[in-house]
């Protein structure tokens, strides 16, 4: 059965830093563009990085642009996401995500296979 397995999370203060990983097994993620989201208590889930199966093209939130940096690693089936100067408001369930459509879509409707998410909390 194919699945993302996302590592990584856990308690940190503000202006630290946290390295997600999302592992594919059953599945090829090189064929697929690759995302991480999140979702905050009482919040929508939103879109924070998205990345192309080559890894060539990255698109990031205006909200973590220059702190945040997604890569990949086709050979190991994972997809990373580099957290760094962490905020108070960065605190969320953070998933990876695959969307089939071929292109980085900052709209988390459109990607279609999902991990269980890891938590990354951030204290003032």
């Known amino acids: 059965q194919a699945q993302l397995v996302e590592s990584g999370g856990g308690k940190v203060q503000a202006g630290g830093s946290l390295r997600l990983s999302c592992v594919a097994s059953?599945?090829?993620?090189?064929?697929?563009?690759m995302g991480w989201l999140r979702q905050a208590p009482g919040k929508e889930r939103e879109f924070v990085a998205g990345i192309t199966k080559s890894g060539g093209t990255t698109n990031y939130a205006d909200s973590v642009k220059g702190r945040f940096a997604i890569s990949r690693d086709n050979a190991k089936n994972t997809v990373y996401l580099q957290m760094n100067s962490l905020k108070p408001e960065d605190t969320a369930v953070y998933y990876c995500?695959?969307?089939?459509?071929?292109?980085?879509?900052?709209?988390?409707?459109?990607?279609?296979?999902w991990g269980q998410g890891t938590q990354v909390t951030v204290s003032s």
């Open positions: 059953g599945r090829t993620l090189s064929n697929a563009v």
């Open positions: 995500a695959a969307t089939s459509l071929g292109v980085i879509t900052t709209t988390p409707g459109r990607y279609n296979f």
